[in-house]
């Protein structure tokens, strides 16, 4: 629906052409980011087990390029051409998972779950899925309401904040902050933003 995909684990027919759908799965394979943007008249369409991606070069990623598509047993000259530019969205990190900020003294310890687009099975009391990047890197940047106070790249799924980087950014004990954390990703850049807020201590 839109950018969303929505799974359903019910559709009870209504009329013709007209069902109700229950038991809603929301923001699924990573588009939670895309949940918030829905608009009367966008478009709606049911995919099936069928669904593929067409194979493509990292090289054409912002390139417009014009595809067609027709039903099956028809040929090709029937259909119409459509611009289409692939934009990447498909190669982009998940927004990671569980974010936390605790006080360890007077520093603030930011941590977080990576998610993957690779297939993967749960196991264990605390899974660690598969790293889908070459390089395991997230940007981690603090705000202060709208103002952007640092912005860093660290290896792994901790950030410290410590005392005397607060300091540096002017800010006083109890001052409201917010951390955004992206995964990154060398072909696709940063990926979808997950947001946990604190308080300095």
């Not at 008249?41 to 070069?57: H, K, T, Y």
């Not at 598969?130 to 940047?141: D, F, K, Q, S, W």
């Not at 992206?182 to 604190?198: D, E, H, K, N, W």
């Amino acid at each position: 629906l839109g950018s969303e995909i929505v799974r359903f684990r019910s559709a009870a027919l209504l009329s013709a052409g007209t069902y109700l759908l229950s038991g809603l799965l929301r923001g699924q394979r990573g588009t939670e980011w895309a949940m918030g943007s829905h608009a009367a008249g966008e478009r709606c369409v049911l995919m099936g087990n069928s669904l593929r991606r067409v194979a493509s070069q990292t090289n054409e990623i912002g390139l417009e390029r014009q595809i067609k598509a027709v039903t099956l047993g028809a040929f090709l000259s029937s259909g119409t051409a459509k611009d289409f530019t692939d934009t990447g969205v498909a190669l982009k990190p998940f927004n990671p998972a569980n974010l936390r900020a605790l006080p360890d003294g007077h520093d603030l310890v930011v941590t977080w779950q990576r998610r993957t687009r690779r297939s993967y099975q749960y196991a264990g009391a605390a899974p660690v899925v598969p790293l889908g990047e070459a390089v395991e890197a997230y940007r981690v940047r603090v705000f202060a309401g709208s103002t952007l106070l640092r912005s860093d790249v660290v290896n792994e799924s901790t950030y410290r904040y410590t005392a005397d980087m607060q300091a540096a950014d002017g800010l006083a004990s109890g001052a409201t902050l917010q951390f955004e954390i992206s995964q990154l990703s060398a072909t696709a850049g940063s990926g979808y933003p997950s947001t946990v807020g604190a308080k300095a201590p």
